[in-house]
């Protein structure tokens, strides 16, 4: 019980996101916050933008600083000055060059580490982050397989050519998590190598998910994948790391996704699925994952390919712990959401068409980003639980 020891031992306790900070007064540590409420606070993650931005794209990075000034290196909410950048048309279209050249980056990487060759004119979908069921990459694959089929039964079917990018590590004896890795090489070998859907979809595994690493994957995105099960993530940075180089998000409403909403506007963002409060009413009345298995068409479909054993030339048993604990348990709630996941990235789709429009929400999200600097997470830390002011350095 060594979080109650800290409890006791502490003199401010504080999640690292608003919904986080939300559900230990409430739920996980409702004892401690009834004794004493004035211990408790928040103070939300931040990320550097000297490292993730002006780093990981320097292209960005001038083409901001150009425009704006470079303050915002210091000061990132002066990057709300972009806001009146969005509307004119040679500063889109700038965007929009340096955008392609990070894709480009990311496409010759992908290229030289994984051996799989994607366009960079495609929307590269990216899921960059730990291995683990409650972060669904499963999930992602669901989608992938369902729109897998969905071309195979209808090769005249006009949707945005994609590449998924996965990357991350799952902890050595998490028997389920190294199944998503496998099941995910597996979906891209038969994938990558279908004539019938090779102009649509492309699929890739890059290895050793580290920060160097991270930092062209960051920069190259256009849409980052923060689909975990709402109530779950404590805040999440990647998050923050992908919105801060313009890629659009397709998350629930967890961890920092809740605060980055907020700032963003609902209508810069790919919302879906259910809240946490809904997530634990539903575990409570009986959840019922094989009853949506049984109905869901489509789902059921891209189940059952699993299981059929195409992807592991023949084998239909290498996956069944997974299939198995979706239909029988889904703890985290995969099928409650997959319709209304499916139903986003329809959004997804309809709104990368528009290039305009997409370009306008990625300046948007980068301007609107500034409140999750890690300069400012560390000033909350000093004014509201450290009570210690900056010391000036003379150089």
């Not at 920060?211 to 980052?224: M, P, R, T």
């Not at 099960?229 to 992908?242: I, L, P, Q, V």
């Not at 990235?345 to 890690?374: E, H, K, P, T």
Request: hydrophobic fraction near 40%; glycine fraction near 6%; include cysteine.
């Amino acid at each position: 019980r060594m979080a109650h020891l800290a409890c006791v031992a502490s003199h401010k306790i504080n999640g690292v996101a608003e919904l986080h900070s939300r559900l230990l007064r409430e739920r996980v540590l409702g004892d401690f916050y009834q004794l004493d409420p004035s211990r408790f606070t928040n103070v939300t993650n931040g990320v550097t933008p000297r490292r993730f931005l002006a780093l990981a794209s320097p292209d960005l990075a001038h083409l901001i600083t150009d425009t704006i000034g470079d303050g915002w290196l210091r000061d990132l909410e002066r990057l709300r000055a972009l806001e009146g950048w969005a509307g004119n048309s040679d500063f889109r279209a700038a965007w929009r060059r340096v955008k392609l050249g990070n894709k480009r980056r990311l496409a010759d990487e992908i290229q030289r580490r994984a051996g799989v060759s994607v366009d960079p004119n495609s929307l590269f979908d990216i899921q960059a982050k730990r291995l683990h069921e409650y972060k669904r990459q499963h999930l992602n694959i669901l989608h992938i397989i369902s729109r897998y089929l969905r071309l195979r039964d209808n090769p005249g079917l006009a949707l945005p050519p994609r590449s998924w990018v996965f990357s991350g590590k799952a902890a050595p004896g998490y028997h389920l998590a190294k199944l998503m890795i496998e099941l995910i090489e597996a979906v891209a070998r038969v994938i990558n190598h279908d004539a019938a859907v090779a102009d649509s979809m492309r699929i890739a595994f890059l290895p050793n998910f580290n920060v160097k690493n991270a930092l062209v994957i960051y920069a190259g995105a256009d849409l980052s994948e923060q689909i975990s099960t709402a109530g779950k993530e404590a805040s999440g940075t990647g998050n923050m790391k992908f919105a801060l180089n313009g890629a659009l998000t397709i998350g629930t409403l967890d961890g920092a996704n809740v605060e980055i909403l907020e700032e963003v506007g609902a209508e810069n963002f790919f919302l879906f699925g259910l809240t946490a409060d809904e997530v634990t009413r539903s575990m409570a009345e009986g959840y019922r994952p094989w009853e949506i298995y049984n109905e869901n068409t489509e789902l059921r479909g891209a189940i059952d390919l699993i299981n059929s054993g195409i992807f592991t030339h023949g084998d239909t048993e290498l996956f069944r712990p997974l299939t198995n604990s979706l239909i029988q348990h889904d703890p985290y709630l995969l099928f409650a959401d997959y319709q209304s996941y499916m139903d986003c990235q329809g959004l997804v789709d309809q709104a990368y068409r528009d290039v305009d429009r997409w370009v306008r929400m990625s300046i948007l999200n980068v301007a609107r980003i500034g409140r999750f600097s890690s300069d400012r997470s560390i000033q909350d830390y000093c004014s509201k639980i450290w009570n210690v002011n900056p010391m000036p350095v003379r150089l």
